[in-house]
Every structure is written in C-alpha cells, then in structure tokens.
C-alpha cells in the first residue's frame, strides 16, 4: 500500500501546523519523519490516520482519494510514545482487542494473538498484566495490537521515546528486522536522528510543519539541503569563510567545493563535521602551513568508540571539535595540552540566502 500526500495544510485556529506538505510513501517502505519537538510530525501521522483532518489537500492510498475516510475504515495500525495499553487487561486481551471488536471468533482470536505474541518475542507471557512487564515489552505488545487487525500501513510516533538509551536501540534493531519480514508500509515518528537513519528506507526533515528535506539516509546525511538540516544533524563546526574558483576558504586553507566556480569570491558558511576532519599531532608530515590549521587539544571526551578531542585554535577563542576512532585517539595518546594539526576532508558550505544570519 503506498500513501501519497498532496499539498496538505493544517492550521489549529491561526497557527499552522503544516503548510503544504506534499510526500510520498513507497509501498513496503519504512519513512521516518524526523524533527524538533512542535514541527507537525504527530499532526502529519494522525491525518495520514484519520484522526486529524487536513484543512486542505489530499491523501491518496494507492492512488485511492482517502481524504474523506473515517479512521475506523483506514486499516491502519497507530502506535504511540506512550503504551496506552488497557492495564487491567492481561497481554493476551490487549492483542486481542481489536480483533473481539471486530467479532472475530474465540478460535481465530487464539491462533492470531498466539502467532503475533511470537512475532514480538512475547510467547508465554500471554496471562501477564501490563504491569509486569519492562517498559521495551509494553511497547512490543502495542506494536503487536496494532498489528492484530492486519492494517495496511502501520504508523509508530515516537514508539521508543519513553525508554532508555539501551532498550530503544535494540527495539530499533528489531524492528527494522520485524519490517523486512512483514514488509508493511509504514511511517516511523522520531526526534532521533540515530534513530532514523538506521531504521528508515527514506527520512523526511521536518520544521515548522514543513519539510526542509526529504531523501535516503545517506542523501541527507551527506548532502544536507539547508542550514536547517545540517544544524539539526547536529554537532557541527560553523564558521564564516569565502568562495572561489571551486574552493571554499577556511582560515585560510582552500577545501575543494565545485558548486561554486565563479572567480568572484563570495562570503559563504563553512560547516565542518566533527568526523570530517583529520587530526594528528602537529610533527606529523602532513602538516603543512596553508593545508591545514595548528591547534592545541583543550579537552578529550571519550564515548564509545569515538573520541571527541574540543581543540583550540591558536590565536582563537573558538573551540573546534574532531572526532576520531578510540584506538587512533589512544595510539596518538592525545590529551589536554597536546599542538595539533587540522586539515578539513570535506566541508558543506551554504551561500548567503535571503535569510542568512550567522
Ligand atoms: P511534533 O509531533 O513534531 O512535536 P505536533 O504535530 O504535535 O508536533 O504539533 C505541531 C504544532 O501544532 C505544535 O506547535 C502544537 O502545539 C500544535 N498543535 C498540535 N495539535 C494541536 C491542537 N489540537 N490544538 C492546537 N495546537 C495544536
Ligand atoms: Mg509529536
């Protein structure tokens, strides 16, 4: 089942909430919409719904006009940030429920809920109350309610939200994988960048109920479309520089940047990625004046397999960050203190627009 949404506008009293959001999902795709808090994500998935009516434009499931369809008659399956289980109900009738709504019989009720509670790795806890369950097997059993009347499109906001780090990692894994095998199409709500690059087919960059970007996740990681996107990617080094001849100048050392040719030079901002930067000890024979930049390592931050080394140019008070793999870090043995040299592999550069301010 593919969606397509057309020029769909939203507003609650004055406020919009969405403004002409026009977007495609591929049939079996698995969409994240990605964004801050308040930029019309939830809005966008409860009219996807039914539950929300658009002011004007048009939702089409299979090139079917659905605009005016009731929710009950969407086939969709909605799962939300919070369990919104019934907790005096066991599991088992959980998963039932919309099947006993839909009359189905005692027998076809068992087999389906049976095969849906091995489906989200919950066989045998049937009997259990919501309660007795971590937070990760709550949010399993929602999943597998919502899948139990088979809906065409499934629909998650922000289903992992109220669990912790290491839970909704794992969730995340599984339910890429539990995607693959069911292959339904489906709209995934997150604030999490992580967490939507490693899920989703496509990812859609929302703000202020538009959307700023939309493409794989690679396209948006590596060629993000607007300051927006790359600011909100996150962890980034910002800096006013210049353009020329298809180089874009930072402090002074030239990054290739084709997009602009033009001999006039113009002012841009050059935004550094942490991880697109090489980094060394200022010795090493890379280092040449002009190539790269001399710095001295204020701070090193280690999480995970990834070292955060805050550097500080000399004759600067900005700090810049580099990451770099743990082991390098380590057998650089970099520490506060420790001159360095900084040479940029790539910058993104956006030129000044009608709404530039640095
Ligand atoms: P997100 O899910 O991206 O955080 P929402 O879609 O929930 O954003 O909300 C987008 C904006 O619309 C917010 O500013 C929110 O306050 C507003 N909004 C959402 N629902 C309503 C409503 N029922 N009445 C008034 N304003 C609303
Ligand atoms: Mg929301």
Not at 35 to 62: C, F, N, Q, V, Y
Not at 142 to 155: G, N, S, T, V, W
Not at 167 to 182: G, M
Not at 199 to 224: C, H, K, T, Y
Request: hydrophobic fraction near 40%; include cysteine; glycine fraction near 8%.
């Amino acid at each position: 089942m593919s969606i397509h949404i057309r020029n769909v506008t939203k507003r609650f009293g004055s406020f919009t909430a969405l403004d002409d959001v026009s977007l495609e999902v591929a049939d079996g795709g698995l969409l994240a919409l990605l964004g801050p808090s308040g930029s019309g994500k939830t809005t966008l998935l409860r009219i996807i719904a039914g539950l929300e009516h658009a002011d004007s434009g048009t939702i089409e499931e299979d090139g079917a006009d659905i605009t005016d369809l009731h929710a009950r008659s969407r086939e969709v399956g909605f799962v939300f940030q919070h369990y919104a289980l019934f907790r005096h109900m066991s599991v088992f009738e959980n998963v039932a429920f919309g099947l006993r709504v839909r009359k189905t019989t005692d027998a076809d009720v068992r087999s389906r809920v049976e095969e849906l509670l091995r489906l989200v790795r919950l066989e045998g806890l049937g009997g259990r109350k919501p309660s007795q369950l971590s937070g990760g097997q709550r949010q399993r059993v929602a999943l597998a309610r919502a899948l139990a009347i088979r809906p065409k499109i499934l629909l998650l906001d922000e289903p992992f939200g109220a669990l912790d780090a290491k839970v909704r990692v794992e969730l995340r894994q599984w339910l890429r994988r539990l995607h693959d095998e069911i292959g339904m199409t489906s709209v995934f709500v997150t604030h999490d960048q992580e967490e939507a690059f490693e899920l989703a087919d496509r990812v859609v960059v929302m703000n202020q109920g538009r959307i700023e970007q939309e493409g794989s996740p690679d396209e948006v990681f590596d060629r993000p479309a607007t300051p927006f996107v790359m600011d909100f990617l996150g962890n980034v080094n910002v800096y006013h520089g210049r353009v020329e001849n298809g180089r874009a100048f930072w402090h002074g050392i030239p990054i290739d940047y084709p997009e602009y040719p033009h001999a006039q030079a113009r002012d841009a901002r050059v935004y550094l990625r942490p991880h697109e930067l090489d980094i060394a000890p200022l010795a090493e024979s890379w280092n040449r004046p002009g190539t790269s930049l001399s710095a001295r390592v204020v701070r090193v931050t280690r999480s995970g397999a990834v070292t955060r080394l805050a550097c500080r140019p000399h004759g600067s008070e900005a700090e810049l960050h580099v990451d770099v793999p743990a082991d390098v870090a380590r057998s650089w043995n970099f520490e506060p203190g420790t001159n360095v040299a900084i040479k940029p592999r790539r910058a993104t550069v956006f030129l000044p627009g009608p709404e530039y301010v640095i």
